[in-house]
């Protein structure tokens, strides 16, 4: 069980991908251009097999969170972002857990300087995944 009310202040925080009603988690593909605001909320960010190398460090996530025609956009506030890899190059299926404040830097507005790495998880296939979905009944 994943708890992120710490980083997001409220124990009731959204999940970007999920439908009222339903325990499934539609992740977002990292090659999306929908600018989907992830403020106060946790978002799963599926990289594609192609992408899976590229997707390894801070500067590559604020390419796609810094809401210029990408998946997400974050221009003020908090947000949790787990990058899965589930199904790209990494057959273990680990993931990333990022932790993103726009406050960090004491700046306003997002940078690099705003995201964190602040966990791994490490062969999720069958604990944290359904499949490539992640599920809600794992987070709190």
Do not use: H, P
Not at 91 to 102: K, L, N, R, W
Request: aromatic share 6%; glycine share 10%; hydrophobic share 50%.
């Amino acid at each position: 069980m994943l708890n992120f009310s710490a980083f997001l202040g409220t124990s009731s925080y959204q999940i970007v991908g999920n439908s009222t009603g339903s325990t499934a988690i539609t992740a977002t593909q990292d090659d999306a251009t929908g600018n989907i605001s992830i403020a106060n909320r946790l978002a799963i960010l599926e990289v594609a097999n192609a992408d899976a190398a590229t997707m390894d460090t801070v500067a590559e996530l604020f390419a796609v969170i810094d809401g210029a025609g990408d998946a997400f956009e974050l221009t003020s506030g908090k947000a949790v972002v787990i990058v899965d890899t589930l199904g790209a190059a990494d057959a273990a299926g680990d993931a990333v857990i990022y932790y993103i404040d726009t406050t960090l830097d004491g700046a306003s507005g997002l940078s690099t300087s705003d995201i964190v790495a602040v966990g791994t998880i490490t062969n999720m296939v069958g604990s944290l995944a359904a499949g490539s979905a992640f599920i809600t009944t794992n987070f709190m």
